[in-house]
């Protein structure tokens, strides 16, 4: 069961993984998670990631990076030579946006679970300036004029 499923059946958020018959407390908090990536992303290796996600002490059995991309989620960290097509870093200012847009939710004063934040996330409205950057950035143009419109897009919106 992932872990949002986990959340809406049992009625909160876990703050804690299992290692070993051990449970170890992490930093659930989303900026905290998006810290991290951002981290990574810039080239922090995964196991002093691994440090500022466990709040008291990673396992030491040595899987706690494993842990970690399990409990955040494998999608969220960058594949080698991939580019995707967001930064939670880069398009920061559109996520609160859409954030603020859809759901009324300020994300520069709510304090909120990652998983909350990605089941929000992946749900965002398709009509807000970000979703609408993310489309420009994937989509395959065929006409000239079409990539001239999304090119403005991009640029309108920082892409």
């Known amino acids: 069961m992932d872990n949002t499923a986990q959340a809406l059946l049992c009625g909160e958020y876990k703050d804690c993984v299992m290692s070993d018959g051990e449970w170890y407390r992490v930093d659930a908090d989303f900026r905290t998670v998006l810290r991290i990536l951002h981290y990574i992303e810039d080239g922090m290796e995964l196991e002093k990631a691994a440090r500022i996600f ?13 842990l970690m991309k399990s409990f955040i989620g494998e999608e969220y960290f960058p594949e080698e030579g991939k580019k995707r097509a967001y ?26 679970h ?34 001239l419109a999304a ?9």
């Open 54 to 66: 466990f709040m008291d002490r990673p396992p030491e059995s040595g899987d706690s990076t494993e």
């Open 87 to 112: 930064s939670f870093y880069h398009d920061a200012g559109l996520i609160a946006g859409a954030f603020m847009q859809c759901y009324g939710i300020d994300l520069f004063s709510e304090d909120m």
């Open 114 to 147: 990652w998983h909350r934040f990605c089941a929000l996330f992946t749900a965002l409205d398709g009509r807000c300036a970000f979703s609408e950057l993310v489309c420009c950035r994937i989509r395959k143009y065929g006409s000239p004029a079409e990539k």
């Open 151 to 159: 090119r403005r897009i991009t640029r309108l919106y920082g892409g």
